[in-house]
């Protein structure tokens, strides 16, 4: 457990405290008044360490919103809080397609698969408690059929990586790695759309309305095809190499999780393997990192941003070397950032400012500080846990800092930020499986 004197474990509590509602964590109480997916994982993987009881509810809750094809959902809305949020549930009316569930109102799309991940992690956290209600056992079916709608329904491209289908689904929104694919798609979506995130969060730090029109418009094809991933033409299929190797990641974690239950873990393990191999095609030998792979063409995305360095977090990665070698180099921390910039910092286009085209994020740095622990630089590993948790503190848990002056920017109190300092604060934080 954590220690709760500790200031950064205390003060990042509060955060979680305030933002819990009813049986799941905000993301942040303003911006973000649902349940998203892939921030649930990562403040599961804090609060376990404060109760991991609650790391389970967290978990759970998001489970009430998987769809019957295995899907687990980006967001699983607050019906009461429709107008905070655009697109809400009245924009996806999740309930009128079949496979979504009954009772609760959800997006049709996904984020990046960090939930099996979190279970395990929540598990080692107390496993006496989590034996005697059961989790791992009613969560691995869950996590199972989740996996399995990756490694089918979204194999777009027929070669072993899961596609993307709305630069939402990465969970990095306007990384430069999406704009070729969105070049030509729309900027005008049929129906008016709001931008309630712009009363909590400036302008300049989001995406335009530009990028805007093009979400929603790419957002309304696929809803208007009833969420099915069998549509022919759909404009928008994208392989990212940070959503597959947290995939693959979490396929270790099934095999933990199958192991504990007594159960065979070897499909687990190959299909990790699978996936480590399928990342070869998106390496990029110049720039040193992964890229991504736009589906329809086949052509390589050839941007270093930090979704390129995530499959480091795969033990014994073949490319380990490299990675480690391009975090620590001009494009990233060699640029004299204190937290790894989402975007090259030798590039024209990168701003440090804006969203996801620049600034360094704590959920990212988290990644890379465990990266840099399992590939042997424990160096690393440190000065970025040091520097998580010092500028999380510091201006009270932002969204996203400047990488190198660590300026705050996006909303505050933001909870993933609280959770990852939590867990970088903790004896046992900072462990991959
Ligand atoms: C769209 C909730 C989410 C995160 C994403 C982050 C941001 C949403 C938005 O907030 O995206 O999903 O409205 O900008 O990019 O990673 O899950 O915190």
């Known amino acids: 457990m954590a220690d709760r004197r500790d200031p950064v474990t205390a003060l990042g509590t509060a955060v979680l405290e305030k933002n819990w509602k009813v049986s799941h964590t905000l993301p942040a109480t303003g911006l973000y008044p649902h349940q998203w997916s892939w921030d649930s994982g990562f403040i599961a993987m804090g609060l376990r360490h404060i109760s991991p009881r609650r790391a389970g509810q967290e978990i759970d809750a998001l489970f009430a919103g998987q769809w019957a094809d295995g899907r687990i959902p980006q967001i699983v809305f607050d019906p009461h809080r429709d107008q905070d949020y655009s697109p809400g549930a009245s924009f996806w009316q999740s309930r009128s397609i079949e496979a979504s569930p009954d009772d609760v109102e959800t997006t049709g799309l996904i984020q990046p ?3 099996a991940w979190a279970v395990w992690k929540i ?3 107390d496993p006496e408690e989590s034996n005697r209600r059961g989790f791992l056992a009613r969560a691995y079916p869950k996590l199972v059929a989740w996996h399995r709608y990756l490694a089918t329904k979204r194999d777009r491209g027929g070669n072993g990586l899961a596609a993307i289908v709305h630069p939402w689904e990465s969970g990095t929104d306007n990384s430069p790695l999406w704009d070729d694919a969105l070049a030509f798609l729309p900027s005008t979506a049929r129906h ?3 931008r309630p995130d712009l009363l909590h969060a400036d302008s300049s730090e989001r995406p335009s309305d530009r990028e805007y029109g093009k979400y929603f418009w790419l957002a309304e094809r696929y809803r208007d095809h009833h969420c099915d991933d069998a549509d022919a033409d759909y404009p928008f299929l994208v392989e990212d190499p940070l959503f597959n190797a947290l995939h693959a990641v979490s396929e270790l974690a099934l095999a933990r999780i199958a192991g504990e239950l007594g159960l065979d873990a070897s499909s687990h393990l190959e299909r990790a393997t699978e996936i480590e191999g399928a990342l070869e095609q998106l390496w990029d030998d110049e720039l040193g990192c992964y890229v991504a792979r736009d589906v329809p063409t086949g052509r390589l995305i050839r941007k270093a941003t930090i979704n390129g360095l995530v499959p480091l977090l795969i033990p014994g990665l073949a490319r ?3 990675v480690l070698d391009t975090l620590k180099g001009p ?7 204190v937290l790894v910039p989402s975007y090259d ?3 024209d286009d990168m701003q440090p400012g804006l969203y996801w085209r620049g600034p360094a994020w704590f959920n990212m740095s988290w990644l890379m500080a465990i990266a840099a622990n399992e590939a042997g630089d424990r ?10 948790q010092d500028l999380a503190v510091q201006h009270n848990f932002p969204e996203y800092v400047n990488p190198w002056t660590g300026q705050p920017h996006g909303t505050r109190a933001f909870s993933w930020t609280a959770a990852l300092a939590i867990d970088a604060a903790s004896p046992a934080g900072l462990s991959l499986l």
Not at 331 to 337: E, P, Y
Not at 379 to 388: D, F, I, K, P, Q
């Open 113 to 115: 698969p960090n939930h």
């Open 123 to 125: 598990h080692q956290s």
């Open 192 to 194: 008016p759309f709001e």
């Open 320 to 322: 380990a070397g490299t």
């Open 331 to 337: 494009r990233f921390l060699g640029s004299g950032a």
């Open 345 to 347: 910092a030798t590039a």
């Open 379 to 388: 160096e690393t590993g440190a000065a970025l846990s040091r520097s998580l």
